[in-house]
């Protein structure tokens, strides 16, 4: 996360950093995922971000929903790896729901942040027999701990996930109903 | 643990101390320990095993991302210096019963955070040597299990699976070892194993955050 604000900072004042609202209504992230949002987002577009798509309604650092559609078999979920000296974390279309889950920690933690699993359960995602996870984790650069829920299956070897993480105070209650209604909404192509 | 010394020597040589320097730090260290009742070779062993893990690295150690082992390439220097320094102020106690017992709360959270570092070789060489100090440990034998288990090259299913025996069969094993052995007999299509290590891991752990997941698997396997 210090990495992201410092690159976003640096970024931003390279004029690189491009925020674009997402509309109300059908939207597709990728090939064969497709949500319906009952509101406007800001989608945070930059070099070096990826494979997921970053939505806030806060601005970043204070909230951010990640969108994966459509993760292949040895994709790293997070920008930046290959050659740096952090742990990379890879997508296996073997994975079981926990697996996934604690790859997602991985990704979460590698700035050494503190990742904590409140609840993993089955649930269904876009049509799919996924998972539901609720987390806590708490920031290294500024400790600020932030509640999470996040939402996965997987589908013809590929990864679909839903990932939403804001401060516990104030901000995750106020959008998390939002980012439910996201979730239900979402819908994979077979 | 390891990643915590590690950050303790990238502090250190941050700043940059001169050789000479080091030596003195040493050997006023060396007194100190001894001191205050501490057996100063213990000094040098903090060395040695730290570089044995380093050295456990794919890469040997060489891209370590610790300076001080760029710039400071007399480390075994270093180890056999702190050692001469101990054997000129003999005596003192490891204490190690003590420092088991005092670290008996942390331990099993030190190595859930040993094992998410992702530096499986290390993770190995660290618990092996931990093993071989207290073979009758469980968590350490449940935390290499992991190490092998998550680093799934050639025959670490098997090097998994018997630490994950062995901790189950000492007793007192941390529940996630019944979790990891039903993940080890699912890859081997061993459901009806796999099944009985997730409901066992169940029983130990009904609270656990991810006891629906596992219940669910313990559904799927019993079609």
Same mark, same amino acid.
């Given at each position: 996360?210090?990495?992201?604000?410092?690159?976003?900072?640096?970024?931003?004042?390279?004029?690189?950093?491009?925020?674009?609202?997402?509309?109300?209504?059908?939207?597709?992230?990728?090939?064969?995922?497709?949500?319906?949002?009952?509101?406007?987002?800001?989608?945070?577009?930059?070099?070096?971000?990826?494979?997921?798509?970053?939505?806030?309604?806060?601005?970043?650092?204070?909230?951010?929903?990640?969108?994966?559609?459509?993760?292949? %078999?040895?994709?790293?979920?997070?920008?930046? &790896?290959? @050659? =740096?000296?952090? !742990?990379?974390?890879? /997508?296996?279309?073997?994975?079981?729901?926990?697996?996934?889950?604690?790859?997602?920690?991985?990704?979460?933690?590698?700035?050494?942040?503190?990742?904590?699993?409140?609840?993993?359960?089955?649930?269904?995602?876009?049509?799919?027999?996924?998972?539901?996870?609720?987390?806590?984790?708490?920031?290294?650069? %500024?400790?600020?701990?932030?509640?999470?829920? &996040?939402? @996965? =299956?997987?589908? !013809?070897?590929?990864? /679909?996930?839903?990932?939403?993480?804001?401060?516990?105070?104030?901000?995750?209650?106020?959008?998390?109903?939002?980012?439910?209604?996201?979730?239900?909404?979402?819908?994979?192509?077979? | 643990?390891?990643?915590?010394?590690?950050?303790?020597?990238?502090?250190?040589?941050?700043?940059?101390?001169?050789?000479?320097?080091?030596?003195?730090?040493?050997?006023?260290?060396?007194?100190?320990?001894?001191?205050?009742?501490?057996?100063?070779?213990?000094?040098?062993?903090?060395?040695?095993?730290?570089?044995?893990?380093?050295?456990?690295?794919?890469?040997?150690?060489?891209?370590?991302?610790?300076?001080?082992?760029?710039?400071?390439?007399?480390?075994?220097?270093?180890?056999?210096?702190?050692?001469?320094?101990?054997?000129?102020?003999?005596?003192?106690?490891?204490?190690?019963?003590?420092?088991?017992?005092?670290?008996?709360?942390?331990?099993?959270?030190?190595?859930?955070?040993?094992?998410?570092?992702?530096?499986?070789?290390?993770?190995?060489?660290?618990?092996?040597?931990?093993?071989?100090?207290?073979?009758?440990?469980?968590?350490?034998?449940?935390?290499?299990?992991?190490?092998?288990?998550?680093?799934?090259?050639?025959?670490?299913?098997?090097?998994?699976?018997?630490?994950?025996?062995?901790?189950?069969?000492?007793?007192?094993?941390?529940?996630?070892?019944?979790?990891?052995?039903?993940?080890?007999?699912?890859?081997?299509?061993?459901?009806?194993?796999?099944?009985?290590?997730?409901?066992?891991?169940?029983?130990?752990?009904?609270?656990?955050?991810?006891?629906?997941?596992?219940?669910?698997?313990?559904?799927?396997?019993?079609?």
């Amino acid at each position: 996360m210090k990495r992201l604000t410092i690159a976003l900072c640096a970024l931003t004042l390279a004029g690189c950093v491009a925020m674009a609202k997402v509309e109300t209504g059908d939207r597709a992230i990728g090939d064969r995922l497709a949500v319906k949002l009952d509101g406007a987002w800001n989608h945070l577009e930059a070099p070096g971000l990826g494979p997921a798509q970053t939505w806030t309604m806060e601005g970043l650092p204070i909230d951010q929903l990640l969108l994966y559609s459509g993760i292949k %078999d040895g994709e790293l979920v997070h920008a930046g &790896g290959a @050659g =740096g000296k952090q !742990k990379d974390f890879a /997508f296996r279309s073997n994975m079981q729901a926990h697996e996934i889950v604690a790859m997602f920690e991985g990704m979460l933690t590698r700035d050494g942040s503190s990742f904590r699993l409140v609840k993993l359960e089955p649930s269904s995602f876009g049509g799919l027999k996924g998972f539901r996870f609720d987390y806590v984790l708490t920031r290294k650069v %500024d400790n600020v701990v932030l509640s999470g829920v &996040g939402y @996965g =299956g997987v589908s !013809k070897g590929e990864l /679909f996930a839903i990932l939403y993480m804001a401060p516990r105070l104030g901000f995750f209650a106020r959008h998390a109903p939002r980012v439910e209604r996201i979730v239900q909404s979402a819908r994979v192509k077979e | 643990m390891p990643g915590a010394v590690g950050q303790l020597v990238l502090l250190a040589s941050a700043f940059g101390y001169s050789r000479d320097q080091e030596r003195e730090a040493d050997r006023v260290g060396v007194i100190l320990m001894r001191n205050a009742g501490y057996d100063p070779a213990e000094a040098a062993n903090v060395w040695s095993n730290l570089l044995a893990e380093i050295k456990a690295r794919p890469d040997g150690g060489e891209e370590s991302g610790i300076p001080m082992f760029a710039t400071h390439p007399g480390v075994d220097e270093r180890r056999e210096t702190l050692a001469a320094l101990a054997k000129e102020a003999p005596g003192g106690a490891a204490n190690a019963d003590t420092w088991r017992e005092r670290i008996r709360p942390f331990r099993r959270e030190w190595l859930a955070e040993e094992l998410k570092r992702g530096q499986h070789e290390e993770s190995i060489a660290l618990l092996t040597r931990m093993i071989s100090d207290s073979p009758s440990q469980p968590d350490y034998l449940y935390a290499r299990g992991e190490a092998y288990r998550l680093r799934a090259k050639d025959k670490d299913l098997d090097a998994a699976l018997a630490d994950f025996q062995a901790a189950a069969t000492l007793g007192g094993e941390p529940p996630e070892t019944h979790r990891a052995l039903a993940m080890v007999y699912r890859q081997r299509s061993q459901f009806a194993e796999a099944r009985a290590s997730f409901q066992r891991y169940l029983e130990a752990a009904p609270a656990a955050p991810d006891s629906l997941m596992i219940q669910s698997y313990v559904e799927e396997l019993g079609k």
